[in-house]
């Protein structure tokens, strides 16, 4: 089978008609029919490519609502930079991150009718395929289930011709009937696939990647289980009394990874924030932490975070989106597992006067150093250089409207040029995004070259330990964790509780997407976004009259980033059910609040 990056284009050459046959669908979908497609290997290969392709794993291209809007700016993560998009609304608006799947569960569906008579395949080639695309559609109704709750299940293709519509019309199945059959999906699959894939097979799934979203949807089924709320008559919510099998689901899942002794913490350069840095960005064999990753090729399917992404003079034209939030800088932890809050005060509640502005972020978290962009820290041959004003000889403190204002009849400008401003598109946080970005040139849009771990062997650690804390196994759980911590290179935990696993899952998971649906699974979102006021770093440069601004001091002030309250209202933890949906359904009940 073709690399994953370069065969999907045979796409083009495949038979395609399109169809509308499906009740639970309310648009036309590319479907294979023609004969002829199941009698050429490369045509199958192709349609399995497809349904690769349109796995919802909310990669670097999964934008909801507005271009260049990530998850993490709707969490407490980051904020947008820009002024406009619904990331800047004070309530989180509804309705922008669903994905109501029917169009890839049909293709799937149909994949699976059709192998069968795919007369030049082998039984294990056979085998080795429908297990390929069970994955697929176990992975697409998790991407439902989490976003929506129960929804209808359907593992055979609708038609119309030649029944009563009315049969086609399916209900919604309870959300804990949708976890038990990715359950049972997995478990059934994970044998026909094997254990590693050869370099030129690398991103397909192997046994592995089944056992990983076996662990990830049994664990947002347990958390759901205890800390949701039954509703609509098990539609939304589990009962409580499944919490525990789940967590044991979920960490047996875990351990068969573990296990197996085929992967292990990256590890592959000794300087501990390159280290974590690279994890995301090395493709070789020496990244043992992959499980199942999405390939981006700049040639044909790159990908454009960089491009929203650079900071303000490091950009080509949008830029600068992603802006960690103070809070959470300071949520990573010192190296001595010392509290993260940034030293800009001295023990009598004045400004530190930092001769090297970096020396505020000596000795934290070396996962924070790889992650995020701070103020003044190298970057592909120059500097990130941010400040949000100038402290006069007299004390006053002046800023800038914009990154060309000079002081005082010099040439300095008060604000450096990459912000920060309360307009225009810089950071409106002191920070920027550092994880995933090509750290050694500007990349442009579509361009971007770094693959997206959809599974990966740290998260399955972070899976193990929150279920093993859940079920009292708080000696496994403290161990698991602890080895993340050695390989970020701060202090082991001497002992280890359910908030400090969550805490660990924060730091370790950064911006891949995890964090708004842990937020949601808890249910702390409606209390963690409540009117939240996230706050910014900004650096002041202290002026001397007769110095050059490389031997002025910085102080550093913690204030609120502009226009950036954001609120969870408690409906948001399940989606509203597209109305187009219910109309051509009126068996498919929406859920609450809408």
Not at 94 to 105: K, T
Not at 147 to 169: A, F, H, I, M, N
């Amino acid at each position: 089978m073709k690399n994953l990056k370069s065969y999907i284009c045979l796409l083009c050459t495949a038979a395609l008609v399109f169809s509308c046959n499906d009740i639970l669908e309310t648009s036309s979908t590319k479907i294979l029919t023609n004969e002829k497609v199941w009698s050429s290997k490369d045509a199958i290969d192709a349609y399995l490519g497809q349904l690769y392709d349109e796995m919802q794993v909310e990669d670097f291209e999964y934008q909801p609502g507005t271009d260049g809007q990530y998850l993490s700016t709707l969490t407490d993560e980051a904020v947008r930079a820009y002024t406009w998009g619904s990331a800047n609304q004070q309530l989180i608006p509804e309705g922008i991150y669903g994905w109501w799947g029917y169009v890839q569960i049909r293709n799937i569906n149909l994949f699976l009718e059709s192998i069968g008579t795919a007369s030049m395949l082998t039984e294990n080639q056979r085998k080795m395929y429908e297990a390929e695309a069970r994955f697929c559609r176990a992975f697409g109704y998790f991407a439902m289930v989490k976003r929506y709750g129960g929804v209808p299940l359907v593992t055979k293709v609708q038609r119309l011709e030649g029944v009563d519509v009315e049969t086609l019309r399916l209900p919604r199945n309870k959300e804990y009937e949708i976890y038990d059959f990715i359950k049972a999906e997995c478990q059934a699959i994970e044998s026909l696939l094997p254990e590693k894939r050869a370099d030129n097979e690398q991103y397909r799934a192997t046994r592995y990647a089944v056992n990983a979203l076996e662990c990830r949807a049994m664990l947002y089924a347990a958390t759901e289980a205890k800390y949701g709320n039954v509703q609509l008559d098990g539609l939304v919510g589990i009962p409580a009394d499944k919490a525990e099998g789940y967590f044991k689901d979920a960490k047996a899942a875990a351990k068969k990874i573990i296990d197996s002794g085929k992967f292990a913490l990256y590890s592959a350069k000794s300087d501990k924030a390159e280290n974590f840095q690279y994890l995301f960005l090395d493709e070789t064999s020496a990244n043992t932490e992959q499980i199942f990753t999405k390939a981006f090729d700049a040639s044909d399917k790159g990908n454009s975070f960089d491009y929203f992404n650079a900071p303000q003079s490091f950009k080509l034209d949008y830029g600068c989106v992603t802006n960690p939030t103070a809070d959470f800088v300071a949520d990573f932890e010192y190296v001595d597992g010392s509290d993260g809050a940034l030293k800009v005060k001295d023990g009598s509640g004045n400004p530190i006067k930092y001769n090297d502005p970096t020396d505020l972020f000596k000795d934290k978290d070396p996962r924070m150093l790889g992650s995020i962009l701070y103020p003044f820290c190298p970057w592909q041959g120059g500097k990130v250089e941010v400040r949000k004003g100038i402290v006069k000889p007299d004390g006053t403190v002046v800023t800038a409207s914009s990154l060309g204002d000079t002081y005082e009849g010099t040439n300095v400008t008060i604000a450096a040029k990459d912000g920060t401003l309360t307009s225009t598109d810089v950071t409106k946080t002191g920070f920027y995004i550092k994880k995933f970005m090509t750290p050694n040139k500007v990349v442009d849009w579509g361009k971007g070259e770094a693959n997206w771990m959809v599974f990966r062997y740290g998260e399955v650690l972070l899976n193990f330990a929150e279920a093993c804390v859940e079920l009292g196994d708080n000696a496994e759980a403290l161990a698991a964790v602890n080895q993340l911590r050695n390989r970020a290179g701060i202090a082991p935990r001497t002992s280890i509780n359910r908030d400090q696993v969550r805490h660990e899952r924060r730091v370790e998971l950064a911006f891949e997407n995890h964090r708004w649906w842990d937020i949601r699974r808890w249910h702390i979102a409606d209390q963690l976004l409540n009117a939240t006021q996230f706050k910014a770093l900004n650096p002041y440069l202290v002026w001397e009259d007769g110095k050059k601004v490389e031997q002025m001091k910085y102080i550093f002030k913690i204030e609120d980033a502009p226009k950036n309250t954001r609120t969870f209202l408690p409906k948001l933890y399940y989606e509203r059910i597209p109305a187009e949906a219910i109309s051509t359904n009126p068996n498919i009940t929406q859920n609450p609040g809408y």
